[in-house]
């Protein structure tokens, strides 16, 4: 069982908008971005980007083994700060790796798993 933080009692709802599937992807610079490096491949083992957009509210993006998306309002998802948007994202990865878990995956091996996870939680 996670235990539970009182900085997540603190965070705003994430502001989730319909995906756009003709939307945009932010073309340049990513304002930030986190990630776990792979201990032998080229991609890494887990990304998080983070990115404001132009109204203020803060985007994320997860990738996890070479697969996600790229940071946009394309996928209408949306915070009021970039710490609440780091958050949704380490939540998001989290919930992908309980998936890949449930699905025996060949592409990630349960230790894998467990470093994304154990970086995730840390991030949050």
Do not use: N
Request: aromatic content about 8%; overall charge neutral; hydrophobic content about 40%.
């Amino acid at each position: 069982m996670d235990q539970l933080s009182l900085f997540d009692a603190l965070r705003q709802p994430p502001v989730m908008r319909p995906v756009e599937p003709s939307g945009t992807v932010v073309q340049g610079e990513i304002d930030e971005t986190l990630t776990l490096p792979h201990p032998r491949l080229a991609w890494p083992l887990a990304r998080i980007e983070l990115h404001q957009h132009v109204d203020g509210l803060w985007m994320w993006s997860v990738s996890m083994a070479g697969g996600g998306y790229r940071v946009g309002p394309k996928w209408g998802k949306f915070a009021q700060s970039r710490d609440d948007a780091r958050s949704y994202a380490c939540d998001e990865l989290l919930e992908r790796c309980a998936r890949v878990r449930d699905c025996a995956s060949i592409l990630m091996s349960p230790v894998q798993l467990g470093q994304i996870q154990a970086w995730a939680r840390g991030l949050k």
